[in-house]
């Protein structure tokens, strides 16, 4: 798995009401969050206010 994050990363929800978009890492950050996984880390798909809604 590569530890590259391709930008601009959209919420992969087809529901997402925001359309939410990140262009930058730091809009990434705001609008999505990372985790730590055992191989790397990794941007969340969902954006977090689809995630609070799940």
Known sequence: ???I???PHR???RNCE???EASTHREL???F???NMPNGVR???WCRECRKKS
Request: one cysteine or more.
């Open 18 to 20: 925001h359309h939410t």
């Open 5 to 7: 994050i391709k930008l």
């Open 43 to 45: 941007s969340q798909s």
């Open 33 to 35: 969050g990372y985790r």
């Open 1 to 3: 798995m590569s530890n």
């Open 29 to 31: 950050d705001e609008k």
């Open 11 to 13: 919420c992969p929800n």
